[in-house]
């Protein structure tokens, strides 16, 4: 009786126990070939070129006010007014700073979850179209057979999305 019960836990196992279809896909490269993402990077560039060149203009008056304190024979009172400009265009440059890099943080961070939906669609697709079991990372996977690899099918169709 014991051997006929082991002998169908075995038999179960080993029916349990199938290879899985696996594809494997280099999210690197999907990112660094994503037309979507360049786009957004050019995007995001542009949209914060106005701020950017400020935030220049205001560095070179800075630099202007700094050499000029320290050549110039100043009287107090053109001092007190030199340091009253130069720490209101310091408050005016940290601010402008912040708000490019809230500005920036917001976008990339809706770009990236875009990206990620756009992603895990893909992956969906090429997992049914090519009947697998499952479309894994590149990173996540020791060994697996070159034919697996969906990598430039992945980026032809994450390419080819509005």
Do not use: C, W
Request: net charge positive; glycine share 2%.
């Amino acid at each position: 009786m014991k051997k006929l019960i082991l002998s169908m836990l075995v038999g179960l196992s080993f029916t349990a126990v199938q290879a899985a279809d696996i594809g494997v896909v280099d999210i690197a490269k999907v990112v660094q070939s994503s037309s979507y993402l360049k786009q957004q990077e050019s995007s995001l560039q542009q949209s914060v070129k106005p701020q950017t060149t400020q935030i220049e203009q205001l560095q070179k008056e800075l630099t202007a006010l700094q050499q000029k304190a320290q050549t110039a024979k100043l009287t107090d009172a053109e001092k007190k007014k030199m340091t009253e400009e130069f720490q209101a265009k310091v408050t005016q440059l940290e601010k402008l700073q912040q708000d490019v890099q809230a500005k920036v943080q917001k976008s990339m961070q809706a770009t990236n979850q875009n990206f990620e939906t756009q992603v895990k669609t893909v992956a969906e697709q090429l997992r049914k179209e090519n009947k697998l079991d499952a479309v894994l990372n590149k990173t996540a996977v020791l060994a697996f057979d070159p034919s697996s690899d969906l990598t430039d099918k992945m980026v032809q169709k994450v390419n080819a999305m509005k």
